[in-house]
């Protein structure tokens, strides 16, 4: 059955998956969406002897309805393989009493890599079926792993150009230099002075200005999105969790259609999202805890029904979850409302104009499988610790938010479920913050960066990643800089029009 998706915002309907995935964001400011979410049509047991790729063509083709069965497959052929360093793709740990779902075995060591090895061929496999003729331009906005995953993902990519804003000051020493190292002739990085919702808010008002647009394609070029405001991050996230599921029932450890938990380090709301998507299509999960840190506008939401970004944006170690403004919230604020466009747009101009807005009791019943929770910096250190030191297993500082979120959770709700933990990054991404954590602040203060890395691996007996390891000596191949407000001016700059 074809699926057809509609903008959250009513201004765009009877999109097809492969041109939702084409354009990013809905003319209208709107994220796509399918009209129904679809049902696994395969039983778990048979999901339980499936490979990740076999898994994740049973998942995509639910959504990606007009690819066909080559194309689809000939996406996954190419996105899942020899980048990750282990066949299982996204292996399962168990630590400490829940199993982390390690999603940082791709490209550049982040959950990031899991949809954004795919996107370029789904891309690309898109153009093809639309006969798009123009070239595509990724606008990116990142908090640090988004950039890197997009930039890998389509450097030298035929008929694609990628342009990445980071908030210069805003992201981990690792990850500034493995954006600024990114090789590929169609590639670009800019540091912008402000946050990631000052570089979100940009990106959405270039995707928005109509006058860019119609500039843009008498040039030959046209804007697409690599944010997870784009469906063809979204659909492949789902993957995984079904993924989990099937090795946890595979393994023995649970039983066939025993609820399990997922817990999900979160910021701007797309890994929880397709956590719940996997519910939806029939995947036995009882409780989503979303983990944030600091800048806890989601635990506020979830636990008083009135989303508010007008707060200080705080700076912490967790600097991929560092944001207020969670753009794929819209998706589930759209569908506990019952599908109503209007009734959408309407709260998210509010949020655009007042900074906040508050949601009906019957919105809130919609999203009781959403519990919130948030941690300090200190409670995520000592998560960490408590980890390392009882079991030996190391995880970085974003999946200890969500290590820390869940051992909160079961202290005060006794709930025994089996729990998923998401997996975010890995330890090596952050590793002045992870060895604070394990060591105290003086181990951590080495030479440089490298110094830290190598004291971190000696101490956890952890071996460095490939992908640290590549830009120990790396070329700096990217200084561009801008102001808010010169983004734009930016973006024609380096596309020489
Ligand atoms: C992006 C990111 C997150 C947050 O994920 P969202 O989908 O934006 O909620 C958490 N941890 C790491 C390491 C990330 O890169």
Known sequence: MALSYQSTRGGQSGVTASQAILQGLAEDGGLFMP???PKLDISLEKLASMT?????????????????????????????????????????????????????????????????SILPHLMTTAAKKNQAEKEIVILTATSGDTGKAAMAGFADVPGTRIIVFYPKDGVSAIQELQMRTQKGDNTAVVAIHGNFDDAQTGVKKLFGDKALAEEMAGKGFQFSSANSINIGRLVPQVVYYVYAYARLLEG????????????????????????????????????????????????????????????????????????????????????????????????????????????????????????????????NAAAIKELFDSTGYLIDTHTGVAAAVYGKYKRESADSTKTVIASTASPYKFSHSVMEAIAGEKAAEGPDEFGVVDALSRLSGVAVPKAVEEIRHAEIRHSRECTVDGMKETVKNILGI
């Open 35 to 37: 009209t129904e979410i």
């Open 52 to 116: 990740y790729q076999e898994t994740a063509y049973e998942v995509m083709k639910l959504f990606l309805t007009d690819f066909t069965e080559d194309e689809l497959k000939a996406c996954i052929a190419k996105a899942y393989d020899s980048k990750f360093d282990t066949e299982e793709i996204a292996p399962l740990a168990k630590a400490g009493g829940a199993y982390f779902l390690e999603l940082y075995h791709g490209n550049t060591i982040a959950f990031k890599d899991m949809a954004l």
């Open 252 to 379: 023995g450890e649970i039983a066939e259609g025993e609820e399990i938990n997922v817990v999900v380090p979160t910021g701007n709301f797309g890994n929880i999202l397709a956590a719940y998507f996997a519910k939806r299509m029939g995947l036995p999960v009882k409780t989503l805890i979303c983990a944030s840190n600091d800048n806890k506008v989601l635990y506020d939401f979830f636990t008083t029904g009135t989303y508010d970004r007008k707060r200080e944006f705080i700076l912490t170690n967790s600097p991929s979850m560092d944001i207020l403004i969670s753009s794929n919230l819209e998706r589930l604020i759209y569908l506990s409302t019952g599908c109503d466009a209007q009734a959408n747009a309407a709260l998210m101009k509010e949020l655009a104009e007042q900074g906040s807005y508050t949601v009906t009791e019957e919105m809130r019943a919609f999203m009781a499988d959403f519990k919130g929770g948030y941690a300090t910096e200190q409670e």
